[in-house]
Nanobody, 118 residues
Framework: QVQLVESGGGLGQPGRSLRLSCVAS????????MGWYRQAPGKQRELVAS???????NYPDSVKARFTISRDNAKNTLILQMNSLKPEDTAVYYC????????????WGQGTRVTVSS
């Protein structure tokens, strides 16, 4: 059974930073495209960042140059470094794993809440 466990959410101030972590278990982490999604109240879940097994990354314009996704395949860990936080970054953030050769093998974490407010 694949499990994804996020941590690191909480209250952040505008302009400051937060770091989210996701630890995977029960699978071969390196064979998955990993991603962070977020869902704000009343909005659809959206992609925040993704990273392939070989380290290629993708970001939407809304977070480009502020957020950085990284992975450590040896530690089965995914990181999202969020800098220059904005109030509109407030959302529940979810870790996602999608098998690179079998997209139906997709898993989600339980989510971690991020609130950006002064």
């Amino acid at each position: 059974q694949v499990q994804l466990v996020e941590s690191g959410g909480g209250l952040g101030q505008p302009g400051r930073s937060l770091r989210l972590s996701c630890v995977a278990s029960g699978t071969t982490f390196s064979r998955y495209i990993m991603g962070w999604y977020r869902q704000a109240p009343g909005k659809q879940r959206e992609l925040v960042a993704s990273i392939t097994s070989d380290g290629s990354t993708n970001y939407p314009d809304s977070v480009k140059a502020r957020f950085t996704i990284s992975r450590d395949n040896a530690k089965n860990t995914l990181i999202l470094q969020m800098n220059s936080l904005k109030p509109e970054d407030t959302a529940v953030y979810y870790c996602n794993a999608r098998h690179e050769k079998a997209s139906w093998l997709t898993y989600w974490g339980q989510g971690t809440r991020v609130t950006v407010s002064s």
